[in-house]
């Protein structure tokens, strides 16, 4: 048989790299194409690859069509994994949804311009932050649950934008894989003030790199099925892979001989809320396609991690850990506008506001004595989505569509539609009057609604109050009837928003 011709987007970055070597192990089925920046360091890792002639090496931009362009064209398969990601993306909201949301579009357009785009695959790389705070008791999530991004998560904003622009673009043959938090070695030198926005008693359901490399090979199969396009999913490593932040603190300072988080951290250094992360109740559908887990328990999968460790990481263990704390952590916690501890210090309202419910929320931490860890239960809970989910999907028709717009405080403008048909626009009205056009596929799978309202101003106390959907994921978290406030620079982002709309 012909060799099938993939190009691969982000192949330096975690994921993208494991793809392109699981992929490069196939290359007898396989040539691939990947797309990277010009740089000395990406020259140098791909080096070895210079002139086999399984890989073609460009050198360019996502944010330049023809760039992109050169990499569609002749593709059977386009995987797009690249992108500006987190924490590098905090630094930079304007560039990173002007990056992510100008790549996505290149991408569709170059595969628009192809004479055989129906028959394209197209896969493009999600993330769980798109749905934002999934603390307990509603830590149970799946694909079509509301998208509510995090109060000054523009990455997610450009993530969420870009998964519209695939799922509404009229590509055939597309997917939306929602990564959640890559467990990879490299994990252990992240010395950000970021790893202290994560709530202890979130969850996550983490995906191994290796886990996800095989996922992009075997996305490429021939034995995939057509029902498996046009959907989205979520990427998980499986029940093994389900722990709370805290139970991840344990497992990661082990490995670096580090012991009981309690000696090198502060409790308050944690936020309370405004993260993202959930279990996902329907990640076991993406493995029954695409049988990429390892299923390696996570002890050893950390043991492994372990033992990989370059020698000077295994010193840590021989530091007092009061030191450690004194001289690493607690600098970083103090880190000028993005620090936790910073915030306190300058009593940053806004911040406080949103990661703690505001000073008082913080002073409620107290110490190691008054803060309470907690696993939340393993029972799964589903939230409802509007419509009824037993009926098979070919049979939904324009009443469905009417329920579920109700339950999102709206109307479906549109009278009719076929039955089944998820992928012809509709005309929606949101409960705050905006009328757009979206295919229920968007709505009723994705999670997504009005593109206005996404999801400025951050105004959730009133879109719980007006959209029985997403009230769902913000009461059970937030008071009702409280007011958040947050300060002008909520919007530092904005301006590049608007323009990627």
Request: aromatic share 14%.
């Amino acid at each position: 048989m012909a060799k099938k011709t993939v190009f691969l987007t982000g192949s330096s970055g975690n994921m993208g790299w494991y793809g392109f070597t699981e992929l490069y192990k196939q290359r007898d089925k396989f040539d691939i194409v990947l797309l990277n920046r010009d740089s000395p360091k990406n020259r140098g890792k791909f080096a070895p690859y210079t002139g086999d002639p399984s890989v073609k090496l460009l050198w360019g931009n996502l944010m330049n069509y023809e760039d992109v362009l050169a990499g569609v064209t002749g593709a059977d398969y386009v995987l797009h994994v690249g992108g500006m990601v987190s924490p590098a993306a905090d630094y930079d909201p304007k560039g990173t949804i002007r990056t992510n949301t100008t790549a996505a579009k290149n991408i569709v357009d170059a595969v628009l311009a192809q004479p055989n785009a129906d028959d394209i695959r197209v896969v493009y790389i999600g993330t769980v932050a798109q749905t934002g705070e999934r603390d307990a008791p509603i830590h149970w999530g799946r694909t079509g649950d509301p998208i509510k991004i995090s109060i000054y998560d523009h990455y997610a904003i450009s993530k969420t934008v870009a998964e519209r622009t695939f799922a509404e673009s009229g590509l055939k043959h597309w997917v939306s894989l929602r990564q959640s938090g890559i467990l990879y070695e490299g994990i252990t030198k992240n010395f950000d003030p970021i790893m202290f926005h994560v709530p202890f008693n979130g969850v996550l359901e983490w995906a191994t790199v290796e886990d996800s490399g095989r996922l992009l090979a075997n996305v490429c199969g021939d034995d995939v099925p057509e029902e498996f396009w046009r959907r989205f999913y979520n990427i998980g490593s499986g029940s093994e892979y389900r722990i709370t932040n805290y139970e991840f603190e344990l497992l990661l300072l082990d490995i670096l001989g580090l012991g009981d988080p309690k000696k090198i951290f502060e409790a308050n250094w944690f936020t309370l809320q405004n993260f993202h992360g959930q279990w996902y109740a329907d990640s076991d559908l993406l493995e029954s396609y695409l049988h990429f887990r390892e299923n390696k328990p996570i002890k050893q999968y950390f043991q492994e991690m372990r033992d990989s460790l370059p020698f000077y990481f295994k010193l840590a263990k021989f530091a007092p850990p009061f030191l450690i704390k004194k001289l690493m952590m607690e600098k970083v916690a103090h880190t000028p506008i993005y620090g936790t501890a910073n915030w306190v210090e300058t009593n940053n309202q806004t911040r406080l506001n949103a990661y703690f419910g505001g000073r008082k929320g913080w002073e409620s931490i107290g110490n190691w004595d008054t803060f309470k860890i907690e696993r939340p239960t393993d029972a799964v809970t589903l939230l409802d989505h509007g419509y009824d989910e037993s009926k098979p999907i070919e049979t939904l028709d324009i009443e469905d569509m009417k329920k579920a717009a109700a339950f999102r405080g709206g109307v479906c403008l549109s009278e009719t539609m076929t039955p089944g048909d998820l992928y012809t626009p509709l005309k929606w009205r949101s409960a705050r009057g905006n009328e757009f056009e979206m295919t229920p596929n968007l709505v009723l799978r994705g999670g997504h609604w009005c593109p206005a309202e996404l999801p400025w101003p951050w105004d959730y106390d009133e879109e719980a109050r007006l959209n029985p959907f997403f009230a769902q994921v913000w009461y059970p978290l937030h008071a009702k009837g409280e007011r958040h406030i947050y300060g002008e620079e909520i919007f530092a982002g904005m301006k590049g928003y608007e323009q990627a709309q």
